[in-house]
């Protein structure tokens, strides 16, 4: 979403905060964050967290600030914004961990999770390796499951982000995990590499296979 200036979303109380994020003028957002309503959308479903986060895409240190002051004073970084998602399903899917360590500097939990999914599956995607990689230096489990006890190793796999995979493997991933209905890791790679023709992928593929064989990874798999 392009940036917009606060009127367009807010009024009142919530005005008044979200034009002193505009100039980030950190102490006085963060007064006013204890008397403003910080959850209640504005028009467009838009929140101030989420409003803050859009005004620090230039990684200014107050804006950063401010992000991380109204997750402190009681913003839900999970909160769904229509059409976009929430601050912390946004922040995870950028190349800089910047913006959502200012969400976990504020006080969210670095495993937690949007209607059953951990947030770190947002980063499975070697764009944005670097944010994986400091949610996991903060404490995200890397094994943690979704609804259909999938980890972010599945993940990574299925978009076929083959470099995120090595580093989740590198970095605590259970190669043996099994999803809900019985298909696992190891079926999921069988079927990946004996369809793969790329020879550049193949070795990656291979590389992985060994890797997880390391790990305690079951080959070949039994037939799903």
């Known amino acids: 979403m392009k940036n917009q200036s606060a009127e367009n979303f807010f009024s009142g109380r919530q005005l008044s905060l979200a034009q002193v994020i505009e100039r980030g003028n950190e102490t006085e957002a963060k007064k006013l964050a204890t008397q403003t309503d910080l959850n209640k959308p504005g028009k467009q479903g838009m929140t101030l967290l989420f409003f803050a986060l859009q005004n620090s895409y230039e990684k200014d240190r107050k804006q950063l ?18 059409e976009i998602g929430s601050a912390a399903e946004v922040s995870v899917k950028s190349d ?15 495993n937690a999770e949007v209607e059953d999914t ?10 944005s390796l670097k944010v994986m990689s400091y949610l996991v230096k903060k404490g995200a489990d890397v ?15 299925s978009g076929f982000q083959l470099d995120s995979v090595i580093w989740l493997l590198e970095h605590g ?3 043996r995990i099994t999803t809900e209905n019985g298909w696992g890791f190891n079926n999921m790679l069988a079927k990946i590499i004996e369809r793969q023709s790329n020879a550049s992928n193949a070795e990656k593929l291979e590389n992985i296979k060994n890797l997880a064989i390391k790990k305690g ?8």
């Open 118 to 127: 951990p947030v770190i599956f947002g980063a499975a995607s070697e764009h």
């Open 217 to 224: 990874m079951k080959w070949p798999p039994t037939d799903y």
């Open 143 to 157: 094994n943690k499951k979704d609804s259909l006890g999938q980890t972010v190793l599945i993940e990574s796999l």
């Open 173 to 175: 991933a259970d190669a």
């Open 96 to 110: 800089d961990p910047v913006f959502v360590a200012a969400l976990i500097e504020g006080g969210m939990s670095p």
């Open 65 to 82: 600030a401010i992000v991380s002051a109204l997750v402190r004073a009681g913003a839900n970084p999970l909160q769904q914004i229509p």
